[in-house]
């Protein structure tokens, strides 16, 4: 069975940095489209953040992120990873992880009706 799992949240002040990373299993990414991130804040709708492609390893940013957080892989562990630097209190939310595909493909779009598996969340709280 797919499965994912995000880790890694907490409390953290206001331009910290926290690392969250998606343990995986259960299938070959080469076969899948592409792995994203995702958040849900309270009263909020849910956000896509990053992905990530199999076929190139193209990444993509939303512009709330861009330049702050970046998306990684380690093939090795099944892992996918998500830096977050410069944090803000705007970044508190439930961040999920979440596996589109198959087929694999080229680029990719963290939008949520594309990703059909998705893993339970961990929860970041940033403080001002």
Same mark, same amino acid.
């Given at each position: 069975?797919?499965?994912?799992?995000?880790?890694?949240?907490?409390?953290?002040?206001?331009?910290?940095?926290?690392? *969250? @990373? +998606?343990?995986? #299993?259960?299938?070959?990414?080469?076969? /899948? !489209?592409?792995?994203?991130?995702? &958040?849900? $804040?309270?009263?909020?709708?849910?956000?896509? *953040? @990053? +992905?990530?492609? #199999?076929?190139?390893?193209?990444?993509? /940013? !939303?512009?709330?992120?861009?330049? &702050?957080? $970046?998306?990684?892989?380690?093939?090795?562990?099944?892992?996918?990873?998500?830096?977050?630097?410069?944090?803000?209190?705007?970044?508190?939310?439930?961040?999920?992880?979440?596996?589109?595909?198959?087929?694999?493909?080229?680029?990719?779009?963290?939008?949520?009706?594309?990703?059909?598996?998705?893993?339970?969340?961990?929860?970041?709280?940033?403080?001002?």
């Amino acid at each position: 069975d797919v499965q994912l799992q995000a880790s890694g949240g907490g409390l953290m002040q206001a331009g910290g940095s926290l690392r *969250l @990373s +998606c343990s995986t #299993s259960g299938f070959t990414f080469d076969e /899948y !489209a592409a792995i994203g991130w995702f &958040r849900q $804040a309270p009263g909020k709708e849910r956000e896509g *953040l @990053s +992905c990530i492609s #199999s076929r190139d390893r193209r990444t993509y /940013y !939303a512009d709330s992120v861009k330049g &702050r957080f $970046a998306i990684s892989t380690d093939n090795a562990k099944n892992t996918v990873y998500l830096q977050m630097d410069s944090l803000k209190p705007e970044d508190t939310a439930v961040y999920y992880c979440a596996l589109a595909g198959p087929p694999p493909g080229y680029g990719c779009y963290p939008i949520s009706s594309m990703y059909k598996y998705w893993g339970q969340g961990t929860l970041v709280t940033v403080s001002s």
